[in-house]
């Protein structure tokens, strides 16, 4: 009798624990099947979550692009002053790109360098330039290359030059014996006296440019000075030098100015009357070149405050970047 209890209590006792083990398996089991189902609803309301996102996204952007010009290449400059480059608010529905040009490209007026800054330039044109040798303008010993009759074609040409002072030479072989660290070119009067010529000007243009960059390497600057105006009476016998046809170019030489590395010089801001001519006080009796006087003091008075900025250039005392005292 007592072996038949004790067998009975150690089959209860191995059933209690079989409940138990079943009990926690079970337990267990729903815990998992909990966590299953909660990762499961968490992936999906991520999945609706993200597609809202992206659909909210998509009408954001849509609705961005009906106030917001696209960014153009270039940036700087505030709407203010007229060079404002990146999104631009407009009215609904409609957008401009703000192009740039010859008023945006164009160095503006700063502080006024010495004549010194002048010593290491080389000045490279036609009579206009010649004119700084014939009336002894003082550049503090810059190289002048100015001849009469030439257009950017006899740079390009290598053709052989009569300087009044040194005599025959090739401009390109000059400038590249003297390696001047700073070049100001004003060239086109000659080319566009007679109207037709821009197409072939232009591309002369652009391969000088090209070939002062390779003569002189990378650490020269280059400046491009715009083609002045005339006097109106001059414009009405040579039709290609009219005042608004200039300025066609003019903007052109400043657009590849900005494209070829190089400073770009409106130089109709010093010579023009309001009228957009030469203005009467600087122009010699040709109404094309400059009297030897004021003329030629407005030019260089105008390049000394238009260069490229740099820490170490002669600033005159009590203009903008001027050491104090």
């Not at 709407?79 to 404002?84: I, V």
């Not at 480059?85 to 790109?97: C, D, R």
């Not at 005339?230 to 040579?238: C, G, I, L, S, Y």
């Amino acid at each position: 009798m007592g072996n038949d209890y004790n067998v009975h209590a150690r089959r209860k006792s191995r059933f209690k624990r079989r409940l138990i083990g079943y009990g926690r398996f079970a337990l267990c089991a729903a815990a998992i099947l909990l966590v299953s189902l909660a990762l499961t609803k968490i992936i999906e309301s991520g999945k609706k979550h993200r597609a809202d996102a992206a659909e909210s996204t998509a009408s954001s952007a849509d609705t961005l692009s009906e106030v917001l010009a696209p960014l153009p290449m270039q940036g700087g400059g505030s709407a203010a002053e007229g060079n404002a480059y990146g999104p631009i608010l407009q009215a609904a529905g409609a957008y401009t790109v703000q192009s740039y040009g010859l008023d945006t490209i164009q160095l503006k007026e700063r502080g006024q360098v010495s004549l010194d800054y002048f010593s290491d330039a080389a000045f490279v044109g036609d009579s206009l330039t010649e004119g700084f040798t014939e009336y002894g303008i003082n550049l503090s010993g810059a190289l002048i290359c100015g001849y009469v009759g030439i257009g950017p074609d006899a740079i390009v040409n290598r053709t052989t030059v009569t300087h009044p002072e040194r005599g025959a030479e090739v401009v390109l072989d000059t400038l590249a014996a003297k390696q001047p660290k700073k070049v100001y070119v004003l060239l086109g009067t000659n080319t566009l006296v007679n109207t037709g010529a821009d197409d072939s000007f232009l591309a002369y243009y652009g391969q000088m440019l090209d070939d002062l960059r390779k003569t002189l390497g990378e650490g020269t600057i280059i400046y491009v000075q715009s083609i002045p105006p005339v006097r109106p009476e001059t414009a009405a016998e040579k039709p290609g030098l009219e005042s608004s046809h200039l300025q066609q170019i003019n903007e052109k030489l400043a657009e590849m100015a900005a494209e070829k590395g190089c400073c770009f010089l409106n130089l109709w801001d010093a010579m023009a009357d309001s009228d957009g001519n030469l203005n009467a006080d600087y122009a010699a009796t040709d109404g094309i070149h400059f009297t030897a006087g004021s003329g030629y003091t407005a030019w260089v008075n105008y390049l000394r405050s238009h260069t490229q900025y740099a820490s170490d250039n002669e600033w005159v005392p009590g203009t903008a970047f001027a050491a104090a005292g």
